[in-house]
């Protein structure tokens, strides 16, 4: 290695710079929504909580817990996070064994399905007509089911299933096992990588999905953590007491402080998984290099 | 014969497929079809079969969009936003994998880069949450500093006027989604053969020049291939995506003059209204040019390159 030049000591101390402010602005949202969780609501509204929290307090975690509806909230996010990610794993997988068999007749008509499916599509507005018709709208069903195949994931899914080698069911095949049999039992133990990585970006997307939780759905026990937050900023962003405190509780929190407590609360789980999606992106990305 | 005994023994696999092609009916090509709403006379009641037995409107809500009051204001928030984003977002994760790159400290490049893309997995309803905790204009902190360090005297409007919003808009994307497309670039320059480093040191050339003829011509293929998912999506936000989003959670009646976008008209239309010929109409509209700005920047790029997606 040369001496390091002027040019390298300007270059580094500018990158190191600018790195640890982008480093900085990403970071502290999430640092600073997490003190206001902690801070009294009341006092937040006063401004001025910037590093730590003022005035520290349980209030806001205590009347989120307390309250059914968010609970309940929370409860749907995760049920359909846990339902949506067994389904689509599970039937992603089960089509893409189908797909993966080398010898497969009329494998060019199915390839071109799927082909068509991923890049074309007929609009929210058809596919909000087609829900409607076979009776999914406002029920559990249709934050499941409609994703339940997904055809990123079914392309990942069949080059990793070819890469198996095939000898793997043929002992079991010859002692007449069934090919589903063989591919939950043999197959997918096999293939962890690709399970996991399905399931965490899978899981995410189905626990911060939206657009569904608010346009399919009415019923209020259907209503997700997502919903509730839009409803909770919607409410607070336009009219001027955003801050002023909540009477229904003996507790000092305001509509802001439950908002962000929800986010927190909201946020929570993916920060717990993310060192697992790190690990499984890294995987994921060379799954979906190995060309089929 | 061989065809049918052949066919029997990968019955089991056929079940599996075919079961996969059911639900694509269902749920991609059913809709597909739904396009045809957009010329009918359709009633929302008459459920699927009716987008195939309700009469024929011809094109008479397209002339109904094109002649809406709406639809100046809507083509160009729609266009603007899209650009912008394009514009600003395109270079940052380039810039930002180039700076993670030249980073020599393993720990603080491995950190700044794991909580780059750390906004990638949050929703943009906790985003929307995020931009509400620092740009509101009573609780915002933002507003809150500088009207305490008295660089202003009134809260700036950000959330509500139309003025801020594409503004808001481009900043809040990029913040959002800049490192978790860096990971593709870094992904391109660590495949950089590291002789090409030594080669141009020896000639002399300094980090800068390094860095403009060594990294940039080492990521180009990787550069044209995101420009061309980008400008394929531009009507979604490009690389960014999130048009929609943003104009949904960050669009309120204050700002909707610039925050309204095509999309979140058919949407509205549609769902909110329940005039669901004229939402298809408008739904159209935007996939027709989408997929003709799909196939126009692949060929683009594969003339300039040799190296398209398709």
Redesign the interface.
């Known amino acids: 290695m040369?001496r390091r030049?002027t040019?390298?000591r300007v270059?580094?101390s500018i990158?190191?710079a600018?790195?640890?402010v982008?480093?900085f602005?990403?970071?502290y949202?999430?640092y600073?929504?997490l003190i206001?969780s902690f801070n009294s609501g009341t006092d937040?509204?006063q401004?001025?909580v910037?590093l730590w929290p003022r005035s520290f307090t349980l209030d806001n975690y205590i009347y989120f817990f307390r309250d059914s509806a968010w609970i309940q909230a929370a409860l749907v996010s995760a049920a359909r996070t846990i339902v949506g990610t067994v389904l689509t794993v599970l039937?992603t997988c089960?089509?893409a064994?189908?797909?993966s068999?080398p010898?497969?007749?009329?494998r060019r008509v199915?390839f071109l399905?799927?082909i068509v499916?991923m890049n074309?599509?007929?609009?929210?507005?058809?596919?909000?007509?087609?829900l409607?018709?076979?009776g999914l709208l406002n029920t559990f069903g249709v934050f499941v089911i409609?994703s339940?195949?997904n055809l990123f994931f079914?392309l990942i899914a069949i080059s990793f299933f070819r890469e198996i080698p095939a000898d793997l069911g043929e002992s079991a095949r010859i002692d007449g096992a069934?090919?589903?049999t063989i591919l939950l039992r043999i197959v997918l133990p096999v293939s962890m990588p690709l399970l996991a990585t399905m399931a965490l970006f899978n899981g995410?997307g189905q626990?911060?999905?939206?657009l569904d939780a608010a346009?399919f759905v009415q019923s209020e026990h259907l209503r997700t953590l997502?919903y509730r937050?839009?409803q909770i900023?919607?409410q607070?962003?336009?009219s001027?007491d955003?801050?002023a405190a909540v009477y229904t509780a003996n507790l000092k929190v305001t509509n802001?402080s439950v908002?962000?407590t929800?986010?927190v609360i909201?946020?929570a789980p993916?920060?717990g998984v993310?060192p697992f999606?790190?690990k499984y992106?890294v995987k994921g990305?060379m799954l979906g290099s190995v060309k089929g | 014969m061989r065809?049918r005994k052949?066919?029997r023994k990968?019955m089991?696999?056929?079940?599996?497929?075919l079961?996969?092609?059911a639900?694509?009916l269902?749920?991609?090509?059913?809709?597909?079809?739904?396009?045809l709403?957009a010329f009918k006379e359709y009633k929302?009641t008459s459920?699927?079969s009716g987008?195939f037995t309700s009469e024929w409107a011809g094109l008479r809500y397209f002339r109904e969009f094109v002649n809406d009051y709406n639809f100046p204001t809507l083509i160009r928030n729609t266009l603007a936003l899209s650009v912008l984003k394009l514009v600003f977002s395109f270079p940052v994760p380039i810039l930002?994998a180039i700076?993670?790159n030249?980073?020599?400290?393993v720990w603080?490049?491995r950190?700044?880069q794991?909580?780059?893309y750390?906004?990638h997995?949050?929703?943009?309803?906790?985003v929307?949450?995020?931009l509400?905790?620092?740009f509101?204009?009573?609780?915002g902190?933002v507003n809150?500093?500088l009207v305490?360090l008295g660089l202003i005297d009134e809260p700036l409007p950000i959330?509500?006027d139309p003025d801020y919003f594409w503004g808001l808009a481009v900043v809040s994307a990029v913040?959002k989604e800049a490192?978790w497309w860096a990971?593709i670039f870094l992904?391109s320059i660590a495949g950089i053969d590291p002789s090409l480093y030594e080669a141009a040191?020896m000639d002399g050339a300094?980090?800068?020049q390094r860095i403009r003829h060594v990294t940039l011509p080492g990521i180009k293929g990787a550069v044209i291939v995101v420009l061309i998912l980008s400008i394929g999506n531009i009507l979604g936000g490009g690389l960014v995506g999130s048009n929609f989003e943003q104009s949904f959670?960050l669009g309120?009646?204050?700002n909707s003059d610039k925050s309204q976008i095509v999309?979140t008209y058919?949407?509205n239309m549609?769902?909110a209204q329940g005039r669901?010929a004229f939402?298809?109409a408008i739904?159209?509209v935007?996939?027709v040019i989408s997929?003709a700005l799909i196939l126009i920047s692949n060929a683009v790029a594969r003339k300039v390159s040799g190296a398209g997606l398709y």
């Open positions: 040369r030049t040019e390298d270059v580094d990158n190191y600018l790195l640890s982008i480093g602005v990403t970071l949202p999430f600073y929504i206001l937040a509204a401004g001025g910037y039937f089960m089509v064994y189908g797909l068999r010898d497969l007749m009329f199915y399905l799927v499916a074309f599509s007929g609009g929210l507005i058809a596919y909000y007509v087609v409607r018709s076979i409609p339940m195949l079914l069934g090919e589903m995410a626990w911060n999905a939206w346009y997502s937050m839009i900023i919607n607070t962003v336009i001027a955003a801050g802001f908002q962000v929800a986010m909201s946020i993916i920060i993310y999606l790190q992106l990305m | 065809f052949r066919f990968q089991a696999f056929h079940l599996f497929v079961l996969g092609v639900f694509m269902v749920f991609n090509y059913t809709p597909m079809f739904g396009i709403m929302i459920g699927v987008i930002l700076m993670l030249e980073a020599r400290l603080f490049k950190f700044v794991t909580v780059s750390l906004p997995f949050i929703s943009w309803v906790v929307t949450g995020v509400f905790a620092f509101s204009a009573n609780t902190l809150q500093l305490d959330l509500t913040w490192g990971i992904a040191e300094g980090r800068l959670l309120n009646a204050l999309q058919a949407f549609g769902l669901f939402a298809a739904d159209l935007q996939s997929v």
